[in-house]
């Protein structure tokens, strides 16, 4: 009786199925936030909808092929995509695209691509390899600062766009896997108690322009109700109005009236809070939390550290992401300009998420399990 090892194969249809309903919801709702404007979608790529398929037409096709490649080869290369993601925020404060005051983009073949997306999942990848090659070396403050500047970096890159809403979700994101990987505990108390008492110094210290006026109108966006505090007020509307059922689909009246600004981006889940209700709300919710439980499945069956590391690290930043947008659409939160995963409009967002979700794919489909041979 030999034992050997075998590639499981497996596929996990229920996590494919969540994202693509999640894709397709958003795909309903940018139909429809987009509809006074450029009426029904057409086979030119300028409407919003097709450019919305279109992305994830590749990010399906890149779920699939990274699927069947074998997750432990970003392990040696998890240093070079970790560079290359670097010098691309680097690249993006000297050379991008910018709007609202921040310079976070840049322009290929006519389309804007957001190079702190793809760096979420390379910093992903980068924090998993070196958490599991310092695996027995947890405990040490060397390996816990060490840690930290991973994540650090890319972060400042993008605070310094500013952005502060995505910089968060690498702190949220190096959170999560440290806690995983098993750094001291005393460290992470140190640190949270340091970053609490730096906290209100950093707010007023990074809090400029355009940004201080964003925190102190979601404060009181009634002192400036047709101006900055607008889209505040409008998607409180939007999200009040819509009840149990909703106005229905494209009945909207602050949607269709476009009284909702960005509301194919930051304020979506206001443009389906209104016309579908809370029922609606409730399916957009079950979704991520079915798409997010399958992701766990994944971390509680891989079989090394870094591949446990890298599915938690991908649930992390899409779960700490669905809280900001959705935070900012109901005023638990500052306006960060922070995408709803797989419902807002926008390519590297899509695309580098359904990427994210064939490596997790990856790592439950190159498990080995045990098997006998006579």
């Not at 399906?60 to 290359?84: E, H, K, N, Q």
């Amino acid at each position: 009786m030999n034992l050997r090892t075998a590639p499981t194969r497996e596929f996990d249809y229920l996590l494919l199925l969540s994202a693509l309903a999640l894709t397709a919801y958003g795909a309903l709702l940018i139909y429809s936030g987009s509809l006074t404007t450029y009426g029904s979608p057409s086979a030119a790529f300028s409407h919003p909808v097709s450019r919305q398929l279109a992305f994830a037409a590749i990010g399906l096709v890149a779920m699939l092929v990274l699927s069947r490649v074998d997750y432990r080869i970003f392990g040696p290369l998890s240093l070079t995509l970790y560079v290359v993601s670097v010098a691309g925020l680097l690249f993006v404060l000297f050379a991008g695209g910018s709007a609202y005051g921040s310079r976070r983009w840049i322009v290929i073949g006519g389309t804007q691509v957001q190079p702190s997306e793809i760096a979420k999942v390379c910093t992903v990848i980068m924090l998993a390899k070196f958490f599991d090659d310092n695996e027995g070396r947890m405990q040490s403050l060397r390996v816990f600062v060490t840690s930290i500047a991973i994540a650090a970096l890319p972060a400042a890159l993008i605070i310094i766009e500013p952005d502060l809403g995505s910089s968060a979700v690498f702190v949220v994101m190096w959170f999560g896997m440290a806690m995983l990987a098993g750094v001291r505990r005393l460290h992470i108390v140190s640190l949270t108690a340091l970053i609490v008492a730096l906290t209100p110094f950093a707010v007023l210290a990074a809090a400029q322009g355009y940004q201080k006026d964003r925190l102190s109108i979601w404060l009181d966006p009634g002192k400036d109700p047709l101006g900055t505090g607008f889209n505040i007020l409008q998607a409180e509307i939007s999200i009040g109005s819509g009840g149990l059922l909703g106005q229905g689909f494209t009945r909207g009246t602050q949607t269709q009236l476009d009284y909702l600004r960005t509301q194919t981006t930051d304020y979506i889940f206001s443009v389906g809070a209104e016309e579908l209700g809370f029922i609606g709300a409730m399916l957009l919710f079950s979704l991520f939390v079915l798409m997010l439980f399958r992701c766990l499945r994944v971390a509680g069956h891989a079989d090394d550290a870094f591949g446990r590391l890298i599915a938690v690290g991908v649930v992390t930043f899409i779960l700490f992401q669905v809280f900001v947008n959705i935070g900012v659409n109901i005023r638990l939160v500052p306006v960060t300009g922070v995408p709803l995963p797989f419902v807002s409009q926008g390519g590297s967002s899509l695309i580098t998420l359904l990427a994210a979700l064939g490596i997790v794919q990856s790592i439950l489909g190159h498990r080995r399990k045990r098997g006998r041979r006579a």
